[in-house]
């Protein structure tokens, strides 16, 4: 008996020490990743193994079912062949952007396979009431094809009228293709009005299926973020805005959501349907490529503009290079708006590095944040910011889910991605980088007023918060690169 209470702990202590040195090995062995996502995995291992084990296993890396990996690579490599096919037409599009910003796009178009396009036209839609009024005239005035693709489409209000329109344009022979995801759009997939629009003829396609099934195989938290709508090969729609009315009702008590969308005319249309095509064949099998000959480059105005489109089975690094440059090459002024504030430690660094070298850093981020625990990270990084000269402001009157970025009040970028490790490494998102001190101007307005329903978070006062608080943040900090 003696023997036996003997045997056992030390089996246990035997098997632990042993999960606990595969794991670590595993998490050594990974070719990608950062040393501080290896390094929060670790300590979450040893302090808690068996809880740690279970984590990694379906999340400590971007993960896709085989089938699917090697499905979305070919199709990529079609898709990009496609858009190097271009280079010869674009030539009557050349983009003019001045030194030293110019670098920033070529370091853009190396790593997300892109290029910077002349010739487009952005125009800033300043309001809900104004995108959806917006967004409606042009799939009432559409002649061939609607494509959208939303990470959530909620059977609200603005639902329902997007979806009549989606469905009258259907019943007059447009083609309608609607791409949401399985998580963000659970309650629309069950819906009647899917239902409806189905029946219409509006093409649905459930994107990332999330099956329990598929947790042996893929990670279920990689989500479709993207924000696309592509009317008649000829206008385009980006920004931060889902398909739901302000009030959010999922999460009402966060309301009014706060978002900023663009339309864009001009070439660069065709990277951005590129992105919606290769979506569609993913979760169809059909192919849309021949839509992609037939836009024609045309010059319509001066902004100068590149897609990137980001995800985990590639370019899921560039948009934290991409951010770095912007914040390397700002002289002057330097905005941020992120609904999450949970980035890697380079990208902190670069911003950090630009407020300490006299760049006006601002950071706005909203007071009451829908994820506790990314709320609670997101602070414990405010002492080392502040310590910098980063101005941090906290939006007050909702959530302020505008992704947003002003260089020098010449260089932009808006698009679906947050400043946080889930966007910037996990999920497949859409950014438009762009040159045009005309629309720049216009973003900075916008973003001027988000500043002027903040509270501005002060040194002084920062460091004086309770100890219990201060603890809380910082543990939650310890995960910020898991989240």
């Not at 193994?49 to 296993?57: Q, R, S």
């Not at 496609?82 to 030194?99: F, I, M, N």
């Not at 990670?219 to 592509?230: C, E, S, V």
């Not at 897609?307 to 914040?327: D, I, K, R, Y």
Request: contains cysteine.
């Amino acid at each position: 008996m003696n023997a036996l209470q003997t045997f056992w702990p030390l089996l246990t202590l035997i098997a632990h020490i042993a999960l606990i040195l595969w794991l670590v090995t595993l998490i050594l062995l990974r070719p990608r990743g950062t040393s501080d996502a290896r390094l929060a995995w670790i300590v979450l291992i040893v302090l808690a193994p068996f809880v740690g084990a279970v984590a990694y296993m379906f999340l400590g890396a971007p993960r896709f079912a085989g089938r699917r990996r090697r499905q979305h690579a070919s199709i990529h490599a079609d898709v990009s062949g496609l858009r190097r096919g271009r280079a010869e037409a674009l030539a009557q599009c050349v983009a003019k952007v001045p030194a030293p910003y110019d670098r920033v796009f070529t370091l853009a178009g190396a790593v997300s396979e892109t290029d910077v396009i002349g010739g487009n036209e952005l125009t800033l839609s300043r309001t809900p009431e104004q995108f959806a009024d917006d967004f409606v005239a042009d799939i009432e005035a559409a002649t061939t094809t609607v494509h959208l693709l939303t990470y959530i489409y909620l059977d609200d209000a603005i639902g329902q009228r997007f979806g009549r329109s989606l469905m009258q344009a259907a019943e007059r022979g447009v083609t309608v293709r609607l791409q949401v995801d399985s998580v963000g759009s659970q309650s629309f997939l069950r819906s009647q009005l899917r239902q409806k629009m189905e029946a219409s003829g509006v093409h649905i396609v459930e994107q990332l299926p999330a099956r329990i099934l598929r947790i042996l195989f893929s990670r279920l938290d990689i989500r479709n973020h993207r924000k696309i709508a592509i009317i008649d090969n000829t206008i385009g729609w980006i920004g931060s805005r889902n398909i739901a009315s302000p009030d959010f009702a999922p999460k009402a008590r966060y309301a009014p959501w706060v978002d900023c969308t663009a339309r864009l005319q001009g070439p660069a249309i065709h990277d951005l349907q590129a992105l919606f095509v290769e979506d569609w064949r993913v979760g169809t099998g059909e192919s849309l490529e021949e839509m992609l000959l037939e836009l024609q480059p045309t010059p319509v105005a001066d902004s100068c503009l590149q897609v990137v489109g980001t995800g985990p089975n590639f370019n899921n690094e560039a948009l934290p290079q991409v951010l770095q440059a912007c914040f390397y090459a700002a002289r002057d002024e330097l905005t941020l708006t992120t609904p999450y504030y949970v980035p890697d430690v380079a990208t902190e660094s670069a911003l950090r590095s630009a407020a300490l070298r006299g760049v006006q850093t601002t950071l706005i981020v909203p007071a009451r944040n829908d994820s506790h625990l990314v709320g609670l990270a997101s602070r414990s990084h405010y002492g080392a910011l502040i310590e910098s000269g980063v101005a941090i402001y906290e939006y007050q009157p909702g959530l302020l889910h505008a992704k947003t970025m002003t260089v020098d009040q010449s260089l932009f970028m808006i698009g679906s991605a947050n400043l946080d490790r889930r966007s910037l490494e996990l999920n497949f998102e859409v950014s438009v980088l762009g040159w045009c001190p005309d629309f720049t101007s216009h973003l900075r307005f916008l973003q001027q007023s988000y500043l002027e329903n903040s509270h501005r978070v002060e040194g002084p006062r920062w460091q004086k918060t309770p100890r219990p608080q201060r603890l809380l943040q910082n543990m939650a900090g310890l995960l910020s690169p898991l989240l």
